[in-house]
Nanobody
Framework: QVQLVESGGGLVQPGGSLRLSCAVS????????IGWFRQAPGKEREGVSC????????WYADSVKGRFTISRDNAKKTVYLQMNSLKPEDTAVYSC???????????????WGQGTQVTVSS
């Protein structure tokens, strides 16, 4: 049974930081690109970041470039999203998902987690 379990969400003040984790089980993470989507209330789901399984290359949405950093630890079967300089507009449910590669991450995913809430507010 494939499971992706996110953790690390919470309430943070503007300008603060959070680190999200996504623990993967039931698949060999080495075979997949993996990344993060987010969805705010009343808005469409947005791709945030992706990291390749082949060469570790990364992709970021323009809205988070320079503030968010994605990383992966295949041995621990975990992907991380370090979020710095958080803004109220970053408030959303953040979900991790796998894909064959980052170039198609926004269009074709395999497995999803349930999501973790991130709220940025003073």
């Amino acid at each position: 049974q494939v499971q992706l379990v996110e953790s690390g969400g919470g309430l943070v003040q503007p300008g603060g930081s959070l680190r999200l984790s996504c623990a993967v089980s039931g698949i060999t993470l080495d075979y997949y690109a993996i990344g993060w989507f987010r969805q705010a209330p009343g808005k469409e789901r947005e791709g945030v970041s992706c990291i390749s399984n082949s060469d570790g290359s990364t992709w970021y949405a323009d809205s988070v470039k320079g503030r968010f950093t994605i990383s992966r630890d295949n041995a621990k079967k975990t992907v991380y999203l370090q979020m710095n300089s958080l803004k109220p507009e970053d408030t959303a449910v953040y979900s991790c998902a796998t894909s064959a590669r980052c170039s198609i991450f926004l269009y074709k995913t395999n497995y999803w987690g349930q999501g973790t809430q991130v709220t940025v507010s003073s």
